[in-house]
């Protein structure tokens, strides 16, 4: 007899194959290398605000462009390597996914929306692309100079034999980045993608005010209505991590997408208390049919892990990426 946590997991994995597949990754995600911006408090002449961005940037820096660190920051590049060994491994279980649905239902497409602006996914797709075929679509349009433009999106790319015998859809991923990212460079009215990167990235910090940055913001606002438009698709579902709802603009988003009856939510929460606190910020009751909160309490120990800050507390349980990746990693049989 299957249990109730094994019966959950089948159904999410089935929802990842077969309906319209979109991702929202907020801060918590690119944990334990960037702290929260809770973590960070103002001290001497910087406010916990310029030392998050400070952290992003340099941390970027390494991740882009290869930079060894010295001994004394060995402690950082390992959090570094285990932050992107954990998206690298989030990224390669989507293109399984991706390779095992049916294209004449669903497209070989997923979207991810993140909030943050540090390039740890764009570096994972990078490593995972030596080893499998998919295509990368950031929003870029141009070769040598790559200009940001939401037309971009919404493409699909097929391979077809050398005999033109068959055509076959290459799994795609489009990267959309609401909050800008550190590689994006303002020139005039246009955004600029660099390979590396800038020394005054376009970006919406985190002061409070996001939701009054982004809609002044033509380029952030375009990302958005990306985002909008997607959850609006019949037949869809957002699985969401790393991110408290916190940005009310985006929460406010959600609650309007989820008046499509055929959009489905999933909300995973890093530790139990997360569930109240994601329905206090949504200005939630309780959830509804098509938006359900997932706590590590939802899965047994295989799906989650077990945490320890205190040797004289007790033993707790957490939900972060890797548990994600978990519970993505889907055998051909299940879709038979």
Do not use: C
């Amino acid at each position: 007899m299957i249990s109730e946590e094994e019966d959950l997991i089948h159904h999410l994995r089935k929802m990842a194959i077969t309906k319209r597949l979109n991702f929202l990754i907020g801060s918590g995600a690119s944990k334990p290398a960037i702290p929260l911006m809770s973590e960070f408090s103002d001290r001497n002449d910087k406010t916990a605000n310029q030392q998050l961005s400070e952290r992003v940037r340099s941390l970027s820096k390494i991740i882009g462009n290869n930079i060894r660190l010295n001994r004394g920051s060995y402690q950082v590049l390992q959090k570094v390597e285990a932050t992107l060994t954990n998206y690298k491994e989030f990224i390669e279980k989507i293109i399984h996914l991706l390779e095992l649905s049916n294209s004449r239902q669903t497209p070989k497409s997923v979207n991810i929306f993140t909030t943050n602006y540090d390039l740890f996914l764009e570096k994972a797709v990078d490593e995972v692309s030596k080893n499998k075929r998919l295509i990368f679509n950031d929003g870029g349009k141009g070769y040598l100079t790559r200009n940001l433009d939401s037309s971009n999106f919404n493409q699909t790319v097929s391979y077809k034999g050398l005999n033109d015998n068959y055509i076959s859809e290459i799994p795609s991923i489009s990267l959309i980045k609401p909050h800008g990212s550190v590689n994006w460079l303002r020139n005039e009215e246009e955004v600029i993608i660099k390979h590396e990167v800038v020394d005054e990235p376009m970006i919406v910090k985190p002061t409070g005010k996001e939701e009054q940055d982004t809609f002044m913001n033509n380029h952030f606002h375009e990302m958005l209505r990306v985002f909008q438009l997607e959850l609006d698709k019949p037949q869809s579902v957002l699985f969401v991590l790393g991110f408290s709802f916190q940005d009310k603009h985006i929460g406010k988003m959600i609650k309007r997408a989820l008046k499509n009856p055929e959009l489905m939510i999933y909300v995973f929460g890093f530790s139990e208390s997360d569930r109240e606190l994601y329905l206090k910020n949504l200005g939630f009751v309780s959830e509804l049919s098509n938006f359900k909160i997932l706590t590590p309490m939802n899965f047994d120990e295989k799906f989650r892990t077990k945490m320890n800050d205190d040797l004289n507390k007790e033993d707790w349980f957490s939900f972060t990426l890797p548990n994600l990746s978990k519970i993505l990693t889907v055998d051909s049989w299940e879709v038979k």
